[in-house]
């Protein structure tokens, strides 16, 4: 298996910088068999006889990325069709976290400076019934990751008109990449203007639409702050007055309970009984007079004093208790009541409990400073709105200039490309059209119009010209733009549907010239353009019945000549297209 080790223009390998297919597993699909087509990076051209399959790799590809899948597909006689694509890709880049996102692995292969570069197995199955399924590295997925994951890693130009400029925002953003460094850093300053002009605009459209909304929350708020104020609440009061009241509303039987307590405890005595005190001095004396004769009653004894003790102790508690019992009284109950009637009209409105009034307290004061300097603020905002927008004016009309003149630029360049690629007539226009309202990409619509001949009125890509033009035409675009809007992988299918001799020739060259900054797959049925690969497979068929099967050969020397000279004149052996077919690889590999 030949794998090249294609580097950019820049001279870095293409693998460590944005990905690219090492190789594709088809089985059972179209009249394709069973075929591996080994790609890596750099140009691979993709040839074989009419109705072999040359377009099965493309469908293949398609299925990859996420397209709507038919049972027609599925090769006669099978139950299903299979396709897996192995591509290399940065284990740090979007396409690698949107992987892992969907549950899926990438296992790494090789590090460099620039970081990893990891190995990522896509697969696509479907039945003959017309069900599909997705494996994104290793772990089932929707077939919608496939398609996102496919806007990242390959364009296709061709028979389908997967345009990958189809929108006029898409045609914007390349156009801006074209642009250069120098309009970079002005697209960065205007941003960054609008970013804080749309904010500062914001802030004053919500103050002046909201402003009589805002009038009644600051009286409201105003209103509640003198309440509360008036009232002072502290933090835990509520609690501290429920306990009280409950002693207040209980005092009675609170000093009915304690009095018998301490009688208990401490009197002379208790319906002729002797009290607690009394009783423990009675044992406390009995044991001392004979504790000399027994050591053993000697911890007996020191925790009998030290319970008579702590007893007289909670008697004099007891008498403590009683004497500040006496001095409550009605009054006070009714006061601790009203002020926890209070407290409740405050949680009930601003509530529902105390810390949170508490809390509103506290919040209010700054929104009602806040409120109350509307008027200023509006204001200091109306200039400051005036001011930034006068820069970002300024800013706009910079990106629109040099929007025009990269505009130009291009359109030149690309016209150019289509001169020698057999659309002499042809010519690109790349449209900036202001718009009166600023947004966040300054104030112009992008349209990239061609005009199919000297005096046709420019029509949107894609109308009017055939699928060969339309993937010229891309050609075109795609070459001019490699170096400033780079994508992983191209392919390209009828890119030289009518044309031939030089300008076929023309073609070869800018698709190897593409390859130097991107992998570039091509089906093709000229030599011309096969004699610019890196890499040649050749799909072949045999004749099985009424079932053809065909599988795919990576050509290399004699062999590659001999379909070379197939392509040429439709003879694999003769001498004449033998000695043409080397002349072009010859030539091809000194372009």
Do not use: C
């Amino acid at each position: 298996m030949v794998r090249g080790t294609a580097t950019t223009s820049a001279g870095r390998p293409l693998t460590a910088l944005r990905g690219v297919i090492d190789e594709i597993t088809i089985r059972d699909l179209g009249v394709i068999a069973d075929a591996v087509l080994p790609l890596g990076p750099g140009f691979t051209a993709v040839t074989g006889e009419t109705g072999a399959g040359k377009t099965m790799v493309v469908q293949a590809l398609g299925l990859l990325m996420g397209e709507r899948s038919v049972a027609g597909q599925v090769r006669a006689g099978r139950s299903q069709a299979w396709v897996e694509g192995r591509w290399r890709v940065p284990t740090g880049s979007a396409v690698s976290e949107r992987v892992r996102d969907a549950g899926g692995d990438i296992d790494e292969v090789s590090a460099t400076e620039a970081g990893g570069v990891g190995e990522l197995i896509l697969s696509r199955s479907v039945s003959s019934e017309g069900r599909s399924r997705a494996i994104v590295g290793g772990r089932s997925a929707p077939v919608g990751v496939l398609a996102e994951l496919g806007e990242r890693l390959v364009v296709v130009h061709g028979q389908s008109d997967q345009l990958r400029l189809r929108s006029s925002t898409e045609q914007r953003l390349a156009l801006d990449r074209f642009a250069g460094p120098g309009f970079a850093t002005t697209f960065a300053a205007y941003s960054a203007a609008f970013g804080a002009w749309h904010d500062l605009q914001g802030e004053l459209q919500t103050l002046v639409s909201q402003r009589d909304e805002r009038l009644r929350e600051a009286e409201s708020l105003r209103v509640a702050v003198t309440e509360i104020e008036a009232l002072g609440p502290q933090p835990g009061e509520d609690v501290t007055l429920a306990e009280r009241a409950n002693r207040l509303t209980n005092l009675e039987d609170l000093r009915v309970a304690a009095t018998a307590a301490r009688e208990a405890v401490s009197s002379d005595e208790i319906d002729g009984m002797p009290d607690t005190v009394s009783l423990l001095d009675s044992a406390l004396r009995q044991l001392e007079r004979v504790r000399s004769h027994d050591s053993a009653l000697d911890e007996i004894v020191e925790s009998l004093a030290s319970a008579s003790f702590l007893v007289a102790e909670i008697s004099t508690q007891l008498s403590s208790y009683l004497a500040e019992l006496d001095t409550d009284g009605g009054a006070e109950l009714d006061e601790v009541q009203e002020r926890r009637a209070e407290l409740s009209v405050l949680a009930r409105k601003f509530g529902p409990t105390l810390d949170d009034v508490i809390a509103y307290f506290e919040a209010a004061g700054p929104r009602l400073i806040e409120l109350d300097n509307d008027s200023d603020r509006i204001e200091e905002l109306t200039d400051a709105v005036a001011e930034r927008a006068a820069v970002v004016d300024a800013l706009a009309a910079d990106l629109s200039a040099a929007r025009s003149e990269a505009a130009g630029r291009l359109a030149a360049l690309v016209s150019s490309e289509l001169a020698a690629l057999a659309m002499g007539g042809a010519n690109l226009v790349v449209e900036v059209t202001p718009v009166e309202e600023l947004t966040a990409t300054g104030r112009d619509t992008v349209q990239f119009l061609l005009s199919a001949h000297q005096g046709a009125e420019p029509r949107p890509l894609g109308r009017g010209a055939s699928g060969g033009e339309l993937s010229r035409i891309m050609l075109a675009i795609e070459v001019v733009l490699a170096e400033t809007d780079p994508v992983p992988t191209f392919v390209f299918d009828e890119v030289d549907a009518g044309v031939g001799g030089a300008s076929a020739i023309e073609i070869g060259r800018r698709l190897a010239r593409l390859a130097q900054d991107a992998q570039v797959i091509v089906v093709t049925h000229l030599a011309q353009v096969a004699a610019f690969a890196t890499n040649h497979l050749s799909v072949v068929k045999d004749s099985d019945g009424a079932v053809t099967a065909s599988s795919v050969q990576q050509l290399v020397g004699e062999a590659r000549v001999a379909e070379m000279a197939r392509l040429l004149s439709g003879l694999p052996d003769s001498e004449s297209g033998l000695a043409h077919a080397r002349e072009l690889i010859e030539l091809a590999a000194g372009a």
